[in-house]
Structures are given as structure tokens and as C-alpha cells.
């Protein structure tokens, strides 16, 4: 693999869960833009079972789009000769499906626990989590590795210099359980021993033969410290290894590219930092795909990522619904629907996940499945959002006893500046307004946040190409890739009866101005681009609060965006929809056309 | 799109399938290259490492957990019968003696001198390895399995639970939009592989659990009826490995969906013969789908007719919808537009033009159709 000096030629592709998606970049100038998109399903089935078969869809659509030959005997010609080719070639992937993983600790809330964050952290499914203290008989415990067969197992236990007797104890019941791994019977099972330093010899005799140990630093060195990059970083090392490329055609793929291949969660976090430290603000970017959700965050630049493997839009969408129950959609569904309709829709729409809603009834169900999926997401992301990647994180003392999650999370929605979506629900959504109030139905936000969308699905290239061609990814970025939707206003606080709740005193830009008191329970958008400003007072009334205490107004400059800005009225801390059914129905009516979300019916 | 894609599946009249029966561990291949086999036939056997007890000495002697290993009257490897002393030690001058004994019968696997853990593995649990399909084994993997060869009827089906089975094919409806019902299925029916229309019911599944009909093969299912079924909701879908005593494969999708007339004629031309059938269902990267395999005349070497599979869409290729709101329809393509086209929910993709066979002309986006095999 090599890169050439002169880049002025751009292809890049993502190979999702479902779809792949290729970009042709060119300099026009001195400036680096967007050529053309295409897009085809990803074929990890059969007939073809071979991702690149997808990629070379996907090309050909970029081809035929441009005039560019870019293909020649199904490989890709590099370097450009000015018309035809491409200089360079380069590909995200996230194709190969979920991590499952057993962890075990020796005390359940917290070697257990620290593992068990350190798991969900690198992106995988926590099968089950075992402990010297999880009540279970040794016998039981056995069995149930046996029984699970994970792709993958994270055994943690004892402060370093403290007792090895228990975690030694874990390491005999894995050894005894002779684990198969889920995927072939050609490999040993990886087995990751972050535990206390002083065992690892003892943990080396028991599982050195019988599994593939690597071992790592302790992820809990002393009681009030918790060390869990390490561990993840080798979790995500063994993913990629065992089992992303698991995907068909992998190897294929990576002959065809011109710099490793990505995978896709790396490759977006790239770009949320990027967007952190360019604006010094705290993020949180999300890229909901077909199988999986991944979340970002920069807070007190402190980056952290969460990829919820079994949470998406196709492939994983039964498992939104499992998730979340079928209530928490059905609350999002503005028109009656018969419950075992609505099940079946979201099934078929697991065992067909390249289909794409054809009627606003499916696009409703589908953007309402999505505000769960988002929610979920953000909820596992806020839990395990705890600790600096690779640096070490200190607890009290007082807290060592009390893992509860509650109030640790990093993430902090007052001081959130800027979400910004991905994916083929929010990219693709038909109106703006859909991927603006799906985020701030499922975030919600609180005080002033402003909301952006990546237009077409392209944050995955952009973010591997940062890494090769920094200016080609930040021009295309800026210029053709992140839409601002404009600027969400909500206090937080709840009432039990609907009072008033904000006033709004603003001037815009543009010489007019917004004078209005808006009452509880209403959610209202005001046309306002980017480039133009509102400046003056909002006022939170009736016990709500916007940042600087109850009632208290503050002092602003808002920058709209696509849709513009959008005061949202409805509550925080608890957020509700109304329980009764017909209630419920118009309230979400009343907000999807003041927002003016959907076309009138079909 | 230069090539439509759509991720048929297989149905197909005759085809030469290749079937890899691997066992979980390493063990013994008891067939030969060239056997003749049948579904149930053993063709290899291992034995799965038996359950584990661990014991804990320490506290049962009041030793240290250095010392368990001097305490043992039962060396590593040594068999033991269940209350069979296998530890112990004296104090007190020798005056007091406390024992551990077996909790299970079984063989000492280990000792350890950091927890005084005794690891006790029962015996070997035996595991065989049945040929599932009628066939020819045409390969051997040493001490692995075997690769069958066989010439079959191939059905894929879209999704499925349980695992591998195999009956008699008996066709209890009599057209493919007719609903397999409880009241259908008979005594008879047990030990079969009974075919159903555009959907089974919840009632339907009960019965035939009762009835013991070993595989249902319908167009639909409810998912409510699912989740009845199984106690749980599907969520991520592996499956083939439910606690159900029979196993069910689903051809076209969740809720009432006519079984595909070509699916449905190929299973009826063939109602008494055997089939092999596997509900599991891997909807993920490298995707397994439910499969019906109906062995024709082993020995039998014509020709096999051409895999159908998915291609590239031209006006006339038959299709079938595969969401809403015309799920199920099948019709013709009459048109493929090249340029985008917007759709109710205002997104503009691409779509093509359909007749259905009702009559009824429409717009589908083409990511929302599949392919049909023409005979």
C-alpha cells in the first residue's frame, strides 16, 4: 500500500451492516469537493456473500454518475490519469456484526462492574457477567460458559498487590469450562486477563494452553482507580481480528484499498473530536446504522465512544423493539396501529434489511423505531461514558462502595453545544425537520443546543480520509458534508399543569423579530439560516429553568441553521408524552405540523 | 444501479447441494468416502469433556490452600466414585482427622494451591453427529466430519426457529393462500414435515406440538404468535437452538404473505417423499438461512437443473414486493426508470414499474422488491 504524493482524486467507501456507500472527491481548484455518491446494498449474503461485490455496485453507480471510469477488470485503477481512475482508494467497515462477550470480576459491583464498562465501552454485547459473589454454585457458573460460547471473554479481578485467590478461582472455572468460541472451531478462545498484576503468572499456567490469554493492565489498579483503556483497546484489537473480519470478502477488500481499512465507529469518532477541538465545545455525535448505534461525546475534552451493537435499523431492529417494548414506539406513532401489525412490520423489516419505507404510515413507524434506537443508544452511552481513553480516571474514596452510575456520567446536556446525527435514518430522512426533532426527541436536549446532520451519510470516509489528506477531509466536511439544522431552545423542569413557559424576545438578522410566550407543552420552529443571528432575551417562567436558575432569563446569540430554531416547550426532567391515547395523538400532531415534519397524508 | 441486486433466495427444482457436517470438537469419522447415507445415520462421534464440580478443600480440612495439594489421598487423573474420601488431614498430634469426599463420581482434573480448588470432571458426555441429509459422502475431514453430497429439491426459506429435523412432507392446505389452522392438523400428521399456506397459527403450532409433527413450513407467522411460542422476544436473530420439539421454517416473512406459488407446487409435487429441514436463521454478516432439502434419488446423476438465483432486472423478470404497502404482490416489471423518483414519503430513489397480477399497475422502489425464478 502506498500513498501518493499528489492527491487530487478521491474514492471512498463504507461498507455498513446493510448498505455500502461510495464518495468521489476532486479538487476543483484549490479546493477539495464532493464529486458524486453511490450507493448499493452491502452483499455479505447469498447469492454473492462477498463485500466487495457491494463496493464494486456501489463504484459503478459513482461511475456512471460521473463519466469517470474508475473501474478496470473489477479493480480499481490507480492513480488517476486526469479523467479516469482515482489516486487514491480508501474504506471504512462495519460489516462484520456484533462482539458478544462473557466478563467476569471478583466482586459483582465492582471488578465486575469496571469490566462489564470496559466490554460495553469497546462496542460489544455483554452475554453475562460472572462473579464470585454473583450467588451462583462454581458448578452453575461453569455450565453457563459452556453453554454461551462468547466470541470473547474479559476476566478482571483484585486490586493490584491484593489478594489473587479469587481471581485465580474465575480462571480455574474458565479453564474447567473448556469454552468453544461461537465462530469456527479453528481458533482458541480469546480470553483477556486485566486483573490484578500479582496473579498473572498463576492466570498464565490455568489459561495459557487452554485459551488465547492476552494479558493487559489491571482495569481496577487500586480501589479508587479505574484503568479501562487498556482492556478496551485489546477488545477492540480482538474485533477486529476475529471477528469484523468475519465479514465475506473481507481480505478481498483489503487488497483492493489503498490505506487499512477502517472500521467505521473509529472512523466517525475521528471527526466528532476533530469538530471538538476545532470549536472548543463539548459534542455528541451519533451514526445510527443497520446493525449497530455508535455514540460520541466530548465533554470537559474528555472523548468517549460507545458502539451498541445490537441497536440499529434493520439488521437490529427487532432488538430495538425487544429493548425498548413495543409501548415506547407506539408512543412516538401519530395515527392508531394495531399492535401485532406494527410487530410484524418491524420484523419483516429485520429479515429484509436493504427495503426502505415506501408510504409516510412506514416512514412514521420507521422514524419512530429510530427515536427509541437513538435513545437507547444515548442512554448505554451516558451509563458507560466515564473514563479517559487511556488516561487513568480517579474515583473517591467515598464513591469506591457505591458503583451506582447515577450522576457519573460525564455526559452533561447542559453543557452540551452540538449534536450531530449520521446514518441512513437521519442522512436520508426526506425533510430536515425529521432528523432535527428524531435527535431532540431521543437527546433531548437541554438549554441551548444546535443540532447537524451529516447530508448524505459520508461522516465514515471523511473520517478515514482525516487520517490520510487532513484538508481534503475538512474541506469536503465543511462544505458538502455537515448540514446545521439550526439551534434547539429547552428549559428544563416540568409542570403539572400547562402554564406559561418561555418568553422570547429576539431580533434577528434579518431586521425582524420574535416577541412570544410560549406556553407548556408546545414545541415551535422559526425559520432562521445559519449565517443569520438571533440576539436577546429568553425567559423560562413558572419554575422551568434554562441554565441560570429558575425563572431566570439569559442573554443570547442564536445561530439557526436548515430548519431553524426550535423551542421546545415540552419539559425536561421528566420528559412525557401524554398517557392518554387520543391526548397523546394530538399533542404529537399539533408539534409534527407546527414543525411542519410531514407532507399532508398520501 | 448498473446491477439490481436483491438478496433472493434459493428455490430450486434439482439442484447437486454440498452439505459440511462438522462435529463441535475433534473425534472419529465413522463413515468412508463413497457411503451412501441416510438423514439419521451416525457419520461421527465424539465426546464432550463431561460437566465439572468443583470442591473447595480448605475450609472442609481447615488447611491452608498451599497444603491442599499434600492433603489429596487422590492423585490428578484418578478416578473417584461419588463419597469417596479424596482428601484429608489430621490434627491435633493426629488425633482428629478431617475428610473431603467426591461430591460426583468422576476424575480429578486438577488441584490448586492457590484456592485448594479440586476440580472433579464427570465422564465424557458422547456426541454424534447424524448426516441430516441423504447422500454421498464425497469428503472426509480428518477427525472433523464429512462433506455429503446429494441430489436435492433446495428451498431457502426467511426465517426459522429450531433446529434439524426431518419427515415426510404432507401438504395440509390446498392452496398457497389458505392458512395452516389448528383443526387441520391430525394424528397423522406425527413425525411429518407439515406445509402450510400463507401463514401458521399460534393454535396450528400447539397442535402440531401435541400431535408431534416434527417441522412446519408455512408463508408466514405472526410475531405475537412468535413471542407466545417462545416466552421471549426475538431481538437479535440467531436461532436454531429454541427449546421447541419441533422446528419451523418461514418463506416469505411476519404476518399473512401467500407462500410462493412456485415454493408451494415444488413442495406438493413431492408431499410423502422426506425432507431434511433446519429452521436456523443467522440474520447478520455471513447469513444463514432456514432450508428445506428434499433428496431425490441418490444414485440418481442427471443433470441438475440451473440455479436460480438473483440477477440483474429487466422489464418482463417477475417480481415479488417485499414490504408495504404491496407486500406479497407478485407481478411483472413493465418499466425501469434511470432517473430518480420521488415517493410519498418524499425521498427520491430508484424505482421501477410493476403490473401486478391483479391487474394493478404501481411504483416500487427497487430496493423493495425480489427477484422471481421463472420455471
Redesign the interface.
Known amino acids: 500500500m502506498s500513498i501518493p504524493e499528489n492527491i487530487n482524486v478521491i474514492l471512498a467507501t463504507d461498507c455498513g451492516s446493510t448498505t455500502t456507500k461510495a464518495i468521489l472527491i476532486e479538487k476543483v481548484g484549490d479546493e477539495f469537493r464532493l464529486r458524486v455518491r453511490g450507493e448499493a446494498p452491502t452483499t455479505v449474503e447469498a447469492p454473492f456473500e462477498d463485500v466487495t461485490r457491494g463496493v464494486i455496485n456501489a463504484i459503478e453507480e459513482v461511475e456512471e454518475l460521473s463519466g469517470r471510469q474508475i473501474l478496470k477488470n473489477s479493480d480499481i485503477q490507480t492513480p488517476s490519469d486526469g479523467m479516469n481512475g482515482v489516486d487514491i482508494y480508501i474504506s471504512t467497515s462495519s460489516a462484520g456484526g456484533g462482539l458478544q462477550m462473557m466478563v467476569s470480576g471478583v466482586v459483582k459491583t465492582m471488578t465486575a462492574e469496571s469490566a462489564e464498562r470496559a466490554a460495553l465501552g469497546a462496542g460489544s454485547i455483554v452475554m453475562d457477567v460472572i462473579a464470585s459473589n454473583d450467588g451462583r454454585l462454581p458448578h452453575e457458573r461453569i455450565e453457563r460458559i459452556r453453554h454461551l460460547r462468547p466470541d470473547m471473554i474479559l476476566l478482571s479481578g483484585g486490586i493490584d498487590g491484593g489478594t489473587v485467590k479469587h481471581v485465580v478461582e474465575l480462571a480455574e472455572l474458565i479453564e474447567a469450562a473448556k469454552p468453544q468460541p461461537r465462530l469456527g472451531s479453528g481458533y482458541k478462545l480469546p480470553v483477556i486477563y486485566a486483573g490484578n498484576k500479582e496473579a498473572r503468572d498463576k492466570i498464565r499456567e490455568r489459561l495459557e494452553d487452554v485459551t488465547d490469554l492476552q494479558v493487559v493492565d489491571n482495569l481496577r489498579p487500586t480501589l479508587e482507580e479505574e484503568n479501562l483503556a487498556p482492556a478496551r483497546e485489546k477488545i477492540h484489537d480482538l474485533f477486529m481480528e476475529h471477528v469484523m473480519a468475519q465479514a465475506p470478502g473481507y481480505k478481498k477488500l483489503m487488497h483492493l484499498t489503498d490505506a487499512p481499512i477502517m472500521p467505521t465507529p473509529g472512523a466517525v469518532g475521528l471527526l466528532i473530536q476533530a469538530i471538538a477541538e476545532d470549536e472548543e465545545i463539548d459534542v455528541v455525535g451519533v451514526d445510527i446504522g443497520g446493525a449497530t448505534t455508535d455514540v460520541f461525546s466530548v465533554f470537559e475534552e474528555t472523548f468517549n465512544r460507545t458502539v451498541s451493537a445490537n441497536l440499529g435499523m434493520s439488521y437490529s431492529v427487532a432488538n430495538v423493539l425487544a429493548e425498548s417494548g413495543l409501548e415506547n414506539i407506539l408512543r412516538w406513532v401519530p395515527f392508531e396501529i394495531d399492535n401485532a401489525d406494527l410487530r410484524n412490520r418491524i420484523v419483516n423489516k429485520m429479515i429484509r434489511p436493504t427495503t426502505i419505507p415506501q408510504t409516510l404510515t412506514e416512514l412514521k413507524i420507521e422514524q419512530a423505531i429510530a427515536r427509541e434506537a437513538l435513545r437507547l443508544a444515548f442512554e448505554q452511552h451516558k451509563s458507560f461514558a466515564t473514563s479517559l481513553k487511556g488516561v487513568q480516571r480517579a474515583r473517591d474514596i467515598s464513591d469506591t462502595f457505591d458503583q451506582s452510575m447515577a450522576g457519573e456520567t460525564l455526559v452533561n446536556l447542559e453543557s452540551l453545544d452540538l449534536i450531530v446525527g449520521s446514518g441512513g435514518v437521519l442522512s436520508h430522512a426526506p425533510r430536515r425537520q425529521q432528523a432535527m426533532l428524531m435527535m431532540i426527541d431521543a437527546f433531548l436536549p437541554e438549554g441551548i443546543t444546535e443540532l447537524a446532520v451529516d447530508s448524505i451519510f459520508m461522516m465514515p470516509q471523511l473520517g478515514v480520509l482525516s487520517t490520510l489528506h487532513r484538508q481534503a477531509a475538512t474541506q469536503v466536511f465543511e462544505k458538502d458534508c455537515l448540514i446545521r439544522l439550526g439551534t434547539c431552545i429547552a428549559p428544563f423542569g416540568s409542570m403539572r399543569k400547562p402554564k406559561e413557559a418561555l418568553k422570547i424576545d429576539l431580533e434577528l438578522s434579518s431586521g425582524e423579530s420574535i416577541s412570544e410566550t410560549l406556553p407548556y407543552g408546545d414545541l415551535i420552529t422559526y425559520p432562521l439560516t445559519f449565517e443569520g443571528t438571533a440576539t436577546g432575551e429568553i425567559t423560562p417562567l413558572n419554575g422551568l429553568d434554562l441554565g441560570k436558575g429558575k425563572n431566570s432569563p439569559i442573554k443570547v446569540e442564536l445561530r439557526g441553521g436548515i430548519v431553524g430554531l426550535t423551542f421546545d416547550a415540552r419539559g425536561r426532567r421528566p420528559f412525557g408524552l401524554p398517557d392518554d391515547e387520543s391526548e397523546r395523538l394530538s399533542k404529537l400532531l399539533h408539534w409534527y405540523e407546527s414543525m411542519n415534519i410531514y407532507p399532508d397524508e398520501e | ?3 439490481a ?4 433466495l ?1 428455490v430450486t427444482a434439482r439442484t447437486k447441494l454440498r452439505k459440511t457436517r ?1 462435529l ?3 473425534g472419529d469419522v465413522i463413515v468412508e468416502v463413497g457411503d451412501q447415507v441416510k438423514a439419521d445415520d451416525i457419520v461421527a462421534r465424539t465426546e464432550l ?1 463431561g ?4 470442591l473447595n478443600i480448605v475450609n472442609r480440612l481447615g488447611i491452608v ?1 498451599e497444603d491442599a495439594p499434600h492433603c489429596m489421598t487422590k492423585e490428578i487423573g484418578e478416578k473417584v466414585e461419588m463419597n469417596e474420601v479424596i482428601a484429608e488431614s489430621s490434627s491435633f498430634f493426629g488425633l482428629f482427622t478431617s475428610t473431603a469426599k467426591a461430591p460426583v463420581d468422576g476424575t480429578i ?2 488441584v ?1 494451591d ?2 485448594g ?1 479440586v ?1 472433579i ?1 464427570q465422564a465424557p458426555v458422547p456426541v454424534e453427529l447424524k448426516a441430516y441429509v441423504d447422500g454421498k459422502v464425497v469428503d472426509i475431514l480428518e477427525n ?1 466430519g464429512v462433506v455429503l453430497e446429494t441430489n436435492c429439491a433446495f428451498i ?1 426459506g ?2 426459522g426457529i429450531g433446529g434439524e429435523t426431518n419427515g415426510e412432507i404432507a401438504v395440509v392446505v390446498n392452496a398457497p393462500e389458505r392458512t395452516l389452522t389448528g383443526t387441520m392438523i391430525k394424528d397423522s400428521h406425527a413425525g411429518k414435515i407439515i406445509i402450510g399456506g400463507d401463514m401458521v397459527t399460534l393454535g396450528a403450532i400447539q397442535k402440531a406440538k401435541k400431535a408431534g409433527v416434527k417441522g412446519i413450513v408455512a408463508g408466514g407467522i ?3 404468535d412468535l ?1 407466545e411460542l417462545l416466552g ?6 440467531i436461532t436454531g437452538s429454541e427449546d421447541i420439539p419441533l422446528s419451523i421454517v418461514i418463506t416469505e ?3 399473512k404473505i401467500a407462500m410462493a406459488n412456485r415454493t408451494f407446487q415444488l413442495l406438493r409435487q413431492h408431499e410423502g417423499k422426506k425432507a431434511s429441514i433446519n429452521g436456523a436463521t443467522q ?5 444463514i ?1 432456514p432450508e428445506v432439502i428434499i433428496t431425490q434419488d441418490i444414485s440418481d446423476e442427471s443433470e441438475a437443473t440451473e440455479d436460480i ?2 440477477g440483474s432486472m429487466s422489464v418482463g423478470t417477475q417480481i415479488r414486493a ?4 404491496y ?1 406479497g404482490h407478485i407481478g411483472t416489471v413493465t418499466e425501469l426508470p434511470s432517473e430518480l423518483v420521488a ?5 427520491k ?1 430508484r424505482t421501477l414499474k410493476a403490473k401486478f397480477e391483479n391487474g394493478e399497475e404501481v411504483t ?2 427497487r ?2 422488491v425480489e427477484i422471481i425464478e421463472k420455471d
Do not use: C
Not at chain 2, 5 to 8: D, H
Not at chain 2, 232 to 237: L, Q, R, S
Not at chain 2, 343 to 347: C, F, I, Q, R, V
Open positions: 444501479m448498473a446491477h441486486y436483491t438478496p433472493g434459493r462438522r463441535p470438537l475433534t469433556p460437566a465439572v464440580t468443583p490452600a482434573e486438577s490448586s492457590v484456592t480448588q476440580i470432571r472433523e431457502q426467511i426465517f405472526d410475531d405475537t413471542k421471549y422476544d426475538i431481538g437479535v436473530a416473512g411476519f404476518g440474520i447478520r454478516a455471513g447469513v438461512r438465483v438473483a417485499i414490504r408495504e404497502p407486500f415517493l410519498p414519503t418524499e425521498a430513489v416500487i422502489p430496493a423493495n
